[in-house]
């Protein structure tokens, strides 16, 4: 069952920060967040494993909370490169390594 | 890093003709393979599993028929657009994971495909 991300779109100025969610129906295994540019494949930014995990380089960190199957991408200090559409994709208990289920993705501009 | 590599990066084709996409492992060996799609501001869809030397696994909705899966090797999987139609332009993408401790999935460049 796909994933639900949160807020759908958002327009920020450099500098500024974001918050974009993703919750699942379903216990996952792992979380896996993606950015994607226009007709560009999407591009790794981090997995998170295990509930409580947090991660994150430079100003783009991520939080997964197992029990409430959710997960949160924290962008700070915006950059003009972070624009883009954002994905997490769910790994789900007891299905195949590696296949994921794509959240509908969450499109953040920001604005100089 | 692990690479993942896809083939041809964009197709034209006319309708009823047959595409055929490649996925390639470079530096590893992948026994799954996973073909997504996607269409214009909507997410990646899953589309079916690809099992080295056995038959594709695939989602609910997507025609077996029409979409043939074939993963021979352990670097190479192939995903055939049989008698593509209009509705089947879109933007075609594996990803494969080498099985590591970080988890990560490695995803291909991606194929455009254009139906005429």
């Known amino acids: 069952q796909q994933p639900v991300q949160s807020p759908q779109a958002v327009i920020l100025r450099e500098g500024e920060d974001a918050v974009i969610n993703c919750s699942s129906s379903?216990?996952?295994?792992?979380v896996h967040w993606y950015r994607q540019k226009h007709g560009e494949a999407p591009v790794f930014l981090m997995i998170?494993?295990?509930?409580?995990e947090q991660k994150g380089h430079e100003k783009i960190s991520a939080s997964f909370n197992e029990k409430k199957q959710q997960s949160s991408l924290y962008l700070t200090a915006s950059q003009l490169s972070y624009s883009g559409t954002y994905f997490c994709?769910?790994?789900?208990?007891?299905?195949?390594?590696?296949?994921?289920?794509f959240g509908q993705g969450t499109i953040l501009t920001v604005h100089p | 890093g692990a690479v993942v590599s896809q083939h041809p990066s964009w197709v034209i084709c006319k309708s009823g003709t047959s595409v055929k996409i490649e996925c390639r492992s470079l530096?590893?060996?992948?026994?799954?393979m996973f073909w997504y799609r996607q269409f214009p501001k909507q997410s990646l869809m899953l589309m079916a599993t690809?099992?080295?030397?056995?038959?594709?696994?695939?989602e609910q909705g997507v025609e077996k028929d029409k979409f043939l899966i074939n993963h021979a090797s352990l670097t190479l999987s192939t995903l055939t657009v049989t008698s593509a139609h209009p509705e089947d332009s879109s933007f075609y993408i594996c990803?494969?994971?080498?099985?590591?401790?970080?988890?990560?999935?490695?995803f291909g460049e991606g194929s455009r495909l254009t139906v005429l």
């Open positions: 990803s494969a994971t080498d099985r590591t401790d970080t988890g990560e999935l490695f």
């Open positions: 379903k216990a996952l295994y792992s």
């Open positions: 998170l494993l295990k509930g409580g």
């Open positions: 994709g769910t790994e789900m208990r007891g299905t195949s390594y590696g296949k994921l289920t």
């Open positions: 530096d590893f060996q992948a026994t799954t």
């Open positions: 690809s099992n080295e030397g056995s038959k594709a696994t695939y």
